[in-house]
C-alpha cells in the first residue's frame, strides 16, 4: 500500500495495493498526472464508518469513471454538537478494507482537518438560494455551510468528473447541486438511491451507536414513510404530517424533531399539491438519543 503519513498515526495493512494520501500535495501530483491522460476523475465524498450504501456509491463511480477517489473526513466544520461529533464512528482500518474490496485502485484520501483547512477549520457563509433554511437547516445551525466550505476545498482540490452523494442526505443532494451551478464549480452531481437494510432502515454509520432493540424499532421510520406515501394520494400534506407526528407521539421510543411533505427543488413545505410538481416526505427523529433522518419520494 503506498502510504506516506507522518500526519497520521495509521496502523499498517496488507493492503498493499491501495493508495492512502493524507496530503493534499499528494492528491495534487496524482490528479495532475491522471489529467494529462484524460482520465475521467469519479469522486464519493464520505465520513468513513464506511457501509453498504457507502459502497454502493463507490461501485457507482467506479463503473461510470477511469479513476475513483474517495474522501474519508469526519468534517468538524458541519457539526453544530461537539459532543456528536466526538462520538461520531471512526473505523478507518475498516473503511479501507472495504474500499479494497470493492477495487484496490480506488486512491483514499483522508487528511487531518488542519491539512485540509490548513490554518484556518472554519466555515465560509454560503447562501443556497432559501434551501439551506428548510429542515436541516432549521435544526443544524451552520451544517450547510460546513459542507458547503468543505466540499469547495475538496472539489478545488480533486477537479472530479462526476462526484457521488447519496439520496439519503437529499437536502445535502440538492444543495450540492446548487454549490455547484451557483459558483460554477464544473462538477457533475450525481444522486444515489437510498440504500437500505432488511428492515427497511436506511443504511447509516449512526445506525452502529444504535442497542439491538433500539436498531429493530429503528424501522419504524421507514414503515411509517410507506404508510405516509399511500395516504398523500388521497390527502393534503398537512393532514399527512399530522398523522405522522401523531404515529410517532404513540411511539414510546421515538422522538420526532419534524416530519416535512416538501417540493423536491424548492424543499419548501407543500401547501396545495400540484400534478406537474414532484414531492418527498422528509422525516428526523431521536431514538437511544441518535439522531435519524430519512425520506422517501411520494409522486
Ligand atoms: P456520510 O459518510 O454519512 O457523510 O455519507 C457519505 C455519502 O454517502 C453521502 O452522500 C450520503 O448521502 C451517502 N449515504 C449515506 N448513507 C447512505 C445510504 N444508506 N444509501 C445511499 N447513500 C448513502
Not at 218 to 233: D, V
Amino acid at each position: 500500500m503506498q502510504i506516506s503519513s507522518n500526519v497520521l498515526d495509521l496502523p499498517s495493512f496488507n493492503f498493499y495495493k491501495m493508495k492512502v494520501f493524507t496530503t493534499r500535495k499528494e492528491v495534487f501530483t496524482f490528479i495532475n498526472s491522471s489529467k494529462k491522460s484524460n482520465k475521467t476523475i469519479g469522486y464519493v465524498p464520505t465520513m468513513g464508518a464506511l457501509h453498504n450504501g457507502h459502497a454502493s456509491l463507490i461501485e457507482q463511480s467506479v463503473t461510470e469513471n477511469s479513476i475513483t477517489i474517495v474522501s474519508v473526513f469526519i468534517n468538524p466544520t458541519q457539526f453544530d454538537n461537539s459532543s456528536d461529533l466526538d462520538k461520531y464512528p471512526r473505523t478507518l482500518e475498516n473503511d479501507i478494507n472495504l474500499i479494497s474490496n470493492i477495487d484496490s485502485s480506488i486512491v483514499i484520501f483522508t487528511p487531518t482537518a488542519k491539512e485540509l483547512y490548513q490554518d484556518n477549520v472554519a466555515s465560509k457563509k454560503y447562501f443556497f438560494d432559501g434551501l439551506e433554511h428548510e429542515m436541516e437547516g432549521k435544526h443544524r445551525a451552520g451544517h450547510f455551510d460546513g459542507v458547503g466550505t468543505v466540499l469547495d476545498l475538496f472539489f478545488s482540490l480533486i477537479t472530479p468528473t462526476n462526484a457521488y452523494f447519496g439520496e439519503k442526505d437529499f437536502q445535502q443532494l440538492q444543495i450540492v447541486k446548487k454549490l455547484v451551478t451557483k459558483y460554477n464549480l464544473g462538477v457533475n452531481i450525481i444522486g444515489c438511491a437510498i440504500f437500505r437494510e432488511q428492515s427497511g432502515l436506511a443504511m447509516s454509520s449512526r445506525n452502529e451507536r444504535l442497542s439491538t432493540k433500539a436498531r429493530q424499532e429503528a424501522s419504524f421510520i421507514n414503515k411509517t414513510l410507506i404508510e405516509a406515501k399511500e395516504q398523500f394520494y388521497t390527502k393534503s400534506a398537512a393532514k399527512v404530517e399530522g398523522w405522522v407526528i401523531k404515529e410517532f407521539e404513540k411511539n414510546k421510543y421515538f422522538n420526532l424533531e419534524y416530519v416535512s411533505i416538501a417540493n423536491i427543488k424548492t424543499l419548501k413545505p407543500v401547501k396545495r399539491k400540484s400534478k406537474n410538481q414532484q414531492y418527498r416526505i422528509f422525516i428526523a427523529a431521536f431514538i437511544d438519543n441518535i439522531r435519524l433522518i430519512d425520506n422517501i419520494a411520494l409522486n
